[in-house]
């Protein structure tokens, strides 16, 4: 079993900063690909940032130049820097991992989300 917890999330003013956190842990081989998606009240759940294992990213491109994501696969720990806050960047965020287990065949997993509220 592969387990995926978010952290981090919380309360902040426009224009202000953030880091959620994402550790995975169990049973597996390795880590493909680690991002984070987010989903506000009444809308599709969206990517925000992913990053593969050999270190290629990919933003929406309403973050870019504000978040920035990185991975420390010592940690299994994906992380979210997200800066300059904006009211239109709260929504429950979550993380999805893409594992290699032992048997050689990936999965995706998704964490329980966290929240982050921008007040404007």
């Known amino acids: 079993q592969v387990q995926v917890v978010e952290s981090g999330g919380g309360l902040v003013q426009a224009g202000g900063s953030l880091r959620l956190s994402c550790l995975v842990s169990?049973?597996?081989?390795?880590?493909?690909?680690m991002g984070w998606h987010r989903q506000a009240p009444g809308k599709q759940r969206e990517l925000v940032a992913r990053?593969?294992?050999?270190?290629?990213?990919n933003y929406s491109d309403s973050v870019k130049g504000r978040f920035n994501i990185s991975r420390d696969n010592a940690k299994n720990t994906v992380y979210l820097q997200m800066n300059s806050l904006k009211a239109e960047d709260t929504a429950v965020y979550y993380c999805?991992?893409?594992?290699?287990?032992?048997?050689?065949?990936?999965?995706?997993?998704w964490g329980q989300g966290t929240q982050v509220t921008v007040s404007s």
């Open positions: 999805r991992v893409v594992v290699v287990t032992t048997t050689t065949r990936a999965y995706q997993y």
């Open positions: 990053m593969s294992s050999d270190g290629s990213t």
């Open positions: 169990g049973s597996m081989f390795s880590i493909n690909t």
